[in-house]
């Protein structure tokens, strides 16, 4: 779906995946998992973006997915922060509504955002420039990269 609204982005799922993993476990994180049609267990709400030890980044929701009214949080399996989500969020499951606590709007959403700005994400630098896009650490690029490759590994070649 992300390549039909973004042709040029030319995303691949291993990126998108990759970012799942390292953002939430797949869902996992606190013992969570993820339902045969892609909803959390329950909240994934990341740490509040107070200023201490991350970025300061006050309320943009009144608390309505993070249940903060005072800090923000990352919120569901891809860790979008809820203004982030506001301006990208997208319904890729297909039921009238962008959640993102269900993995199906929360990858698509993933893709929409890192194929933004016209980035062509088959090339080095624009694939670099997307996942520093999503979270602006050197460290966190080379741990999308790396586990996007052992994705692609494991799936073999195309055919």
Known sequence: MANE????CRIGWNTVAAVG?????HGTFGGGKLSATGQASGPIVGPSLNGDGFAAVADTDAGALDGD?????????????????R???????????????NIDD???TAASYLCAH????????GWTDAIF???QSDSYVEHVRDRAVAYAAQAGPPG
């Open 87 to 101: 301006l990208y969020g997208r319904d890729g499951n297909g039921d009238g509504k962008a959640d993102p606590f």
């Open 133 to 135: 896009s999503y979270n």
């Open 5 to 8: 609204s973004a042709p040029a």
């Open 106 to 108: 929360a990858a698509l």
């Open 118 to 125: 016209g980035r062509d994400l088959i090339t080095a630098d």
């Open 69 to 85: 009214a005072h800090w923000d949080h990352a919120v569901g399996p891809m860790q979008f922060i809820p203004s982030t989500w």
């Open 21 to 25: 993993f390292v953002e939430s476990g």
